[in-house]
């Protein structure tokens, strides 16, 4: 049976953990052994429960921020495993794993996943972005493949000599069915007690997904109830000066917020992919988004979409236009299936062109 050792540095509530989930058991079924190791979630942030029912490993001095001697450690644990393991492959998740595993000396094939977009994300910026490029270059000459959730991804990396073309695959990740429940049942469940129609957003609270132009979106559409699925750093300021019609309602079971949603909403400035519209979308919601390469991509064949830049107001209006229009269409996403054949065929090419 072959193995595959995945390295993230945490699995928080988010896109990332939703690829995971659907990602690992389908690889199991075709016939690998996985492992993950990851580290604990940073404070304010929460860990998702799918941890619980992964294959996971935890390392005690792996997180997210850049700490020198805990990355030390944490890299000779990550060494430790590998030894105890004896992968036939190395799969990296976001930057921090990243940089740990593809510093290690071993012969065994790497594979770095970019979620994000990072070129894009606020958190980085100037000198900052200067030296993530100038590691990603410096990285790149250790990785066989790179998969991104996009092409669009691919080629802002390209841009910036993160890598060779012949090293990068796109491959769309999929999400499980969504089985909703009564439309009134979820509004009693979460307190909800409006008749105009619901605009759900979903994500964390965090400066990149830009939830703060959320709260001017819901002051100047009183015509529309916002509610709002999950938490993060921005949750106490966004509160004080949320209006009556955007209520926050911290993370639920999807099947839960999205059987309330008459419309999807994004206002993310930097994305891979969406997982929140990869959702809104396999239950044929209308998705009113930002204008960003990620979500012209991820929507290009999809029907119920309504494109908005950067202003309170074209989101509002992009939101009543939705709503003039709507209708709901049948879902458009990848299976689990497909998702983890695909990349299972990566795994065993890469293996083949190494022996």
């Known amino acids: 049976m072959p193995k595959v050792l995945h390295v993230i540095a945490r699995i928080n509530r988010g896109g ?13 079924e075709l016939g690998w052994e996985v492992l993950i190791v990851t580290g604990s979630v940073q404070h304010g942030e929460l860990e998702d429960p799918v941890v619980e029912q992964l294959p996971v490993k935890k390392i005690k001095y792996l997180g997210r921020k850049v700490a020198p001697i805990q990355d030390v450690l944490a890299r000779r644990q990550i060494k430790r495993t590998i030894k105890e393991f004896q992968p036939d492959l190395l799969h990296s998740h976001t930057f921090k794993a990243g940089l740990l595993v593809r510093t290690i000396n071993t012969k065994i094939p790497k594979i770095h996943s970019f979620h994000g977009h990072l070129l894009f994300d ?17 990285l790149a000459q250790a990785t066989k493949l790179f998969i991104t959730t996009g092409e669009h991804v691919a080629k802002e990396l390209l841009k910036q000599k993160i890598g060779k073309d012949n090293q ?31 605009v759900v957003w979903l994500g964390r609270l965090e400066l990149v997904k830009s939830p703060d132009i959320l709260v001017e979106i819901a002051k100047i559409t009183p015509e529309f109830f916002f509610a709002v699925f999950g938490t993060g750093k921005m949750l106490n300021e966004l509160s004080n000066h949320a209006p009556e019609n955007l209520k926050f309602l911290g993370w639920q079971e999807a099947r839960v917020a999205w059987s309330v949603a008459d419309l999807a909403l994004s206002t993310s400035t930097n994305e891979g992919l969406s997982n929140t519209l ?10 009113i988004s930002r204008r960003i390469e990620a979500n012209i991509e991820l929507l290009q064949a999809y029907k119920e979409k309504y494109f908005a830049n950067n202003t309170p107001s074209e989101f509002s209006e992009a939101l009543k236009r939705a709503h003039q229009n709507i209708n709901k269409t049948t879902s458009m996403s990848p299976t689990s299936e497909q998702f983890s054949l695909n990349v299972s065929n990566c795994y065993v090419s890469l293996i083949s062109n190494s022996q």
């Open 16 to 28: 990332t953990a939703r690829y995971l989930e659907n990602l690992v058991p389908g690889l199991q």
């Open 122 to 138: 606020p958190e980085f910026r100037g000198l900052k972005l200067s030296i993530i490029i100038l590691i990603e270059r410096y």
């Open 168 to 198: 990068y695959i796109s491959i769309s990740p999929s999400i499980k069915k969504i089985y909703l429940l009564d439309s009134n049942l979820a509004k009693r469940k979460l307190g909800i007690h409006t008749d105009l129609p619901i």
């Open 278 to 287: 990869l959702e809104a979308k396999s239950i044929g919601l209308p998705i």
